[in-house]
């Protein structure tokens, strides 16, 4: 290669301007170890949370979705944040390569080891990627600029200003760091163009942007005392750049990796219990210093980017709840207490510390419209880029409303007692929960000689038991499991609620007692496999009863149905010429990651047509029902339901095709509110299946 396809590193550069660069290094050095230590002060005033198990695994997800932005351009306009942000990462690295073979070569010349690569092809190679990095820079944010001045969405909105503080960083928002980028990768450009200029060297064809401008600048006259003094004005953009890292919107680029290191690697949307139930003298959240470290973690991490409202339904049907709002103004709360916070941590036994008088975090600053408002559904969490975990942080509140103020929606009452007395939310005899399968001759496992002779414990549910509709659904499941050869049995009237709804409202005390009851049942009988047609029930079962004692295999529906068809076991064989949608549960596709099994097996029915919409698997949109939303009503906004039923609509369905009990309900509701019931159908997909196969019963 040839050594003289190079540059002199710090060329026409005097003595004074590298002193200046160096020396900027301390305070740069110091503003980031001061915010450092400031977050890590405000995060540890949190609660314990073990979050350092399956490091490897950490560490391999936080590359995906730090690094390689993973979960950024899964959306549209991901590309601008995606394309500034490999270039920043780019031209940090050339950067760094830039110092090696400067400070680095010098230690190394002193040392004996000559070393240095910064010369030839590479060289070359160099200069055309940190073109291509330059140009990415400024072309992303520039993208950015434009979409948040020209035609700003509704996501980047931001919460009442009240609810905000007074601070550097919010007066700066994103325009000032944005700005700095541009003015650095900008003037990056022109520089290696005022130095092509002014030394003129053979090989400037790789550096395709840098040689242009450099003409450019030529042409005006430029010379080496321009590039001098655009070389220092490069430089403290730079350092400008780097010291408002930490203390303005940006800080999103080191605390949200950090945020995603530690992220949650249990199931989706499983809910932690209160530790030490019995003992503990407060239940649930009502201080945002009794949130764990890695919430208080959440609050500094977000980029308030807005992803988590795409799908949300709250935000879609006009709802006091924003997820990003509530995790800004809870963050801004925590700013404002820290004072207060951190004084009464250095006193702890000394002096009395001052105490909190300012706004309560509930009432005044999540405000109970919002903490009730939640259905659950997981969107929120799917859509955030840094892994903001928001559900757990508003059943934590929940709960405290509930078990230390007995403050919750009053139509919830009923639910409660309902699951306490009767072991259902409607509150119906818990002696008719098997009256709807009397004449399928279908055993209870009471009555089974021998358990390990089932295959499979039928698992019906509150409303497979009492809901008329869903009754319907339940007797047909059972017909496809007899058809299919299946040995299976129900519990009958030892059967209770999962107390899904129970926790999801907040009543943690409730769904604890219901949730041992019940794992004392299954650990009696020990069953191989549990089938359910509820997304509810199969998550709490799953995912949720291992930490009272319960673990098990745990099937849906859906997926059982593709398993029987993919033997053999079960044959569609009658043609149903409908064009079909389904809409898939928020439990089963969002929470549970299962989409494949209930299109496959819609497929394998002769004569349908399955349509997708755009919210649909992973990207779905809630019911309505979930988060104990089903035993409640909505007073805000219009009605999610109807909202889900338009979206499904757009598909132009025969059949919405359903695989959870609290789904046809309130699809069902929509379509009757439509008066379309004579257009179209909403069904199970037990109820599809069955009918082809041969197995519906009435």
């Not at 000032?176 to 003129?200: V, Y």
């Not at 003094?229 to 303005?248: G, K, M």
């Not at 942080?393 to 929606?409: A, G, N, T």
């Not at 509150?427 to 399968?437: P, S």
Request: proline share 4%.
């Amino acid at each position: 290669m040839n050594e003289h396809v190079t540059r002199e590193i710090l060329w026409n550069i005097p003595v004074s301007f590298i002193i200046i660069m160096y020396a900027l290094l301390v305070p740069t050095i110091a503003a980031f170890a001061y915010a450092g230590w400031r977050w890590y002060r405000l995060v540890s005033l949190g609660q314990s949370d073990y979050r350092i198990d399956q490091p490897a695994r950490r560490l391999m997800l936080t590359l995906r979705d730090a690094i390689g932005q993973g979960n950024v351009i899964r959306e549209s306009w991901g590309w601008m944040h995606y394309s500034f942000y490999v270039a920043f990462i780019g031209l940090t690295i050339g950067t760094t390569i830039v110092l090696i073979n400067s400070d680095i070569k010098m230690l190394a010349d002193w040392l004996g080891y000559p070393f240095y690569f910064y010369y030839g092809d590479f060289y070359l190679v160099f200069k055309a990627a940190m073109d291509t990095f330059f140009l990415m820079l400024i072309v992303g944010v520039l993208a950015e600029g434009a979409r948040r001045a020209l035609r700003r969405p509704s996501l980047l909105d931001d919460p009442p200003a009240p609810k905000m503080r007074d601070n550097l960083e919010n007066r700066l928002g994103y325009w000032f760091p944005m700005s700095l980028l541009a003015l650095a990768g900008l003037t990056g450009l022109m520089l290696e163009g005022a130095r092509i200029n002014a030394t003129k060297p053979d090989f400037t064809a790789w550096a395709y942007v840098g040689r242009v401008i450099g003409q450019i600048e030529g042409a005006l006259g430029a010379g080496a005392t321009y590039h001098r003094w655009l070389w220092i004005t490069h430089v403290l953009l730079v350092y400008a750049l780097f010291i408002s890292f930490p203390f303005t919107k940006l800080r999103h680029f080191i605390l949200g990796p950090l945020n995603l290191l530690f992220r949650n690697l249990g199931p989706r949307g499983r809910l932690a219990p209160i530790k030490e139930f019995e003992n503990a003298e407060t239940f649930g959240v009502s201080q945002v210093e009794q949130y764990t470290w890695k919430q208080l973690l959440d609050m500094a991490a977000c980029l308030e980017c807005g992803r988590c409202t795409i799908n949300c339904p709250t935000v879609s049907t006009g709802k006091a709840l924003n997820p990003k709002h509530l995790v800004m103004v809870q963050r801004e709360h925590l700013l404002d207490k820290a004072p207060f916070l951190l004084a009464a941590k250095a006193n702890r036994n000394g002096a009395k510390a001052p105490s909190w008088s300012g706004a309560d975090m509930i009432t005044e600053v999540a405000t109970e419209q919002v903490i009730w408002g939640c259905t659950t559904c997981g969107w929120c969490e799917e859509g955030c880029p840094v892994g903001i975990e928001h559900i757990q942080r508003i059943v934590d509140m929940r709960r405290h409303q509930v078990l230390m103020e007995s403050k919750f929606p009053q139509e919830a009452t009923g639910a409660f007692k309902g699951i306490e007395i009767q072991g259902n939310p409607w509150g119906l005899a818990q002696e008719k929960r098997a009256e709807w399968a009397k004449d399928l001759e279908i055993p209870r496992m009471a009555d089974v000689e021998k358990a390990d002779d089932i295959d499979v414990l039928y698992w019906v549910g509150c409303a497979g038991a009492y809901d008329e509709r869903n009754q319907k659904v339940s007797r047909a499941f059972a017909s496809l499991m007899q058809q299919a050869g299946v040995k299976f049995a129900i519990l009958g009237t030892e059967e209770t609620c999962t107390g899904d709804p129970a926790r999801r409202l907040g009543n943690e005390y409730l769904y604890a007692t219901v949730a041992q009851q019940n794992v004392e049942t299954l650990n009696r009988y020990k069953p191989r496999r549990i089938v359910t047609q509820c997304p509810h029930c199969f998550h709490n079962l799953k995912n949720e009863y291992p930490d009272f004692g319960g673990t098990f295999e745990v099937t849906h529906e859906a997926e059982f149905i593709d398993e029987l068809i993919r033997a053999g076991r079960l044959r569609p064989r009658r043609e149903i010429q409908q064009r079909v949608t389904y809409h898939d549960p928020c439990y089963m596709a969002r929470h549970n990651r299962k989409w494949d099994g209930a299109r496959a097996a819609l497929r394998a029915i002769p004569g349908s047509e399955v349509a997708e919409v755009e919210q649909s698997k992973n990207r779905t949109f809630c019911c309505g029902a979930g988060g104990g939303c089903m035993w409640k009503e909505e007073h805000e906004g219009t009605r999610i339901n109807q909202k889900r039923f338009d979206q499904l609509s757009e598909a132009k369905p025969e059949t919405i095709a359903v695989g959870c009990p609290f789904c046809m309900t309130m699809l069902e509701d929509a379509l009757k509110s439509r008066s379309l019931e004579e257009s179209m159908r909403v069904r199970d997909l037990s109820e599809l299946v069955a009918e082809s196969t041969g197995a519906q019963r009435k």
